[in-house]
């Protein structure tokens, strides 16, 4: 999983360093955490699934939170990471949230979450775990629900430069979308689909509403990998 002491040090410098690395698509972090939690809703609408209990899992100091509280008044919103600090941070900005921190196992009851949002969590998972904690959000998603896995895209040169400048991104290995689906199939989640985002950076923002049209095509800056259990 995270490294612990790592992420720590980063929850007061979080947003400033993603601002920084994230410069030349020429948003900040906000509209990425609000396009994510965006493609959420919508695909919860379309596809009718319940969005009762909502975990976000590596919440960190909760950048999509703020968008699942306000997108999803009526669900309750769990939020958990490994960095107790960053846990730490977010509690006075959302006290309607159930916060808590990541040991050995998700702090959660087997079928207790009806969706799970996963955000450039796993490339900063040693490869050899990935598989335990993908176990571990199937044991918690109740029948029905989901998991919406959302990972930079590797096959992308402006995705690899923001990486590469980032700090806290140094120990990041970029899963390929077959990684994502292998992990949730193993797991046993099913109806595995994945959609490529992000296509266009604000200087094109014209562009936008027409990448619902391109999911198909491997050029997104990131790709989002779902399936249900």
Known sequence: MLDKPKFDQYADT?????????????????????????????????SANPSGDILDFGCGVGNCLTHLVRTFPESRIHGLDVSGASINA?????????????EGSLPLDDNSIDVAIAVG?????????????????????R????????????????????VRDCP?????????RRESIGLMRTSGFKDISVDYVMFFPRALSVLRPVEGLLASIPFGAQYVAYGRV
């Open 14 to 46: 979080y947003n400033n360093l993603h601002r920084e690395s994230t410069r030349i698509a020429g948003e900040d972090p906000d509209y990425f955490a609000a396009y994510k939690v965006a493609f959420l809703s919508d695909h919860l609408r379309k």
């Open 90 to 102: 977010a509690r006075d900005s959302f006290p309607t949230v159930n916060l808590g921190v990541i």
């Open 121 to 141: 969590v796993y490339h900063h998972m040693p490869p050899a775990e990935r598989q335990k904690w993908t176990d571990e959000l199937h044991r918690v998603i």
């Open 143 to 162: 029948s029905g629900g989901g998991l919406y896995i959302f990972e930079h895209n590797p096959l992308n040169p402006i995705t690899q430069k923001i």
């Open 168 to 176: 806290f991104d140094d120990d990041a290995i970029l899963l390929p």
